[in-house]
Antibody
Framework: QVHLVQSGDVVQKPGASVKVSCTVSNLPFSDYGFSWVRQAPGQGLEWVGWISGYNDNTQYAQNFYGRITMTTDTSTSTVYMELRSLRSDDTAVYFC?????????????????WGQGTLVTVSS | DIQMTQSPSSLSASVGDRVTIACRASQAIRDDLGWFQQKPGKAPRRLIYAASTLQSGVPSRFSGSGYGTDFTLTISSLQPEDFATYYCLQYNSFSLNFGGGTKVEIK
């Protein structure tokens, strides 16, 4: 059974950075891409970005340009999402999910397995 | 960006009812659309991809249809475990966008 296990909830101050991890098991890491999706309290879902487990290519949502970085560690089958210059409106649950290894658009292998979510709270 | 408009934003229905949720794209997206179910405090679960293909393990009372700009998710006979929020997602072009969600509540 495929598992995506995310790091624990975190509280950060405005202006700080956060790095959330997502460790994958029971699937061939380099055959997948991974998307991040966030959900502010009481709100809908927002796609944050994608990274390929095959070649480390990335695509980010325009809202996050310049302050987000996604990376992988193939030795531990782990995906990381770092968000910098945190603001109060970055407070949300962040989910990782499996995706297509070539692109988050086209094809059909999008968001079929999900992590449990990590609550990032930005507060002074 | 392609915008996704879901309707209604919420609905009340009874067990056994037929429920239909609509999703409209601001421009044509072929069949590059998925439907997701989310229960409170849980991660979303994919129900449908390619507009009409049922995800493995999802009950057959769920179905999807549509192509281009207009799509629907239908639950043929609502069950107690189906009370949740449903989202559509377009993955035709950047940036991926979800619809605003439809909360299905018990009447």
């Amino acid at each position: 059974q495929v598992h995506l296990v995310q790091s624990g909830d975190v509280v950060q101050k405005p202006g700080a950075s956060v790095k959330v991890s997502c460790t994958v098991s029971n699937l061939p890491f380099s055959d997948y891409g991974f998307s991040w999706v966030r959900q502010a309290p009481g709100q809908g879902l927002e796609w944050v970005g994608w990274i390929s487990g095959y070649n480390d290519n990335t695509q980010y949502a325009q809202n996050f340009y310049g302050r987000i970085t996604m990376t992988t560690d193939t030795s531990t089958s782990t995906v990381y999402m770092e968000l910098r210059s945190l603001r109060s409106d970055d407070t949300a649950v962040y989910f990782c999910a499996t995706d297509n290894k070539w692109s988050p658009v086209g094809g059909d292998e999008h968001l079929d397995y999900w992590g449990q979510g990590t609550l990032v709270t930005v507060s002074s | 960006d392609i915008q996704m408009t879901q309707s209604p934003s919420s609905l009340s229905a009874s067990v056994g009812d037929r429920v239909t949720i609509a999703c409209r794209a601001s421009q044509a997206i072929r069949d590059d659309l998925g439907w997701f179910q989310q229960k409170p405090g849980k991660a979303p679960r994919r129900l449908i991809y390619a507009a009409s293909t049922l995800q493995s393990g999802v009950p057959s009372r769920f179905s999807g249809s549509g192509y281009g700009t207009d799509f629907t998710l239908t639950i043929s006979s609502l069950q107690p475990e189906d009370f949740a929020t449903y989202y559509c997602l377009q993955y035709n072009s950047f940036s991926l966008n979800f619809g605003g969600g439809t909360k299905v509540e018990i009447k």
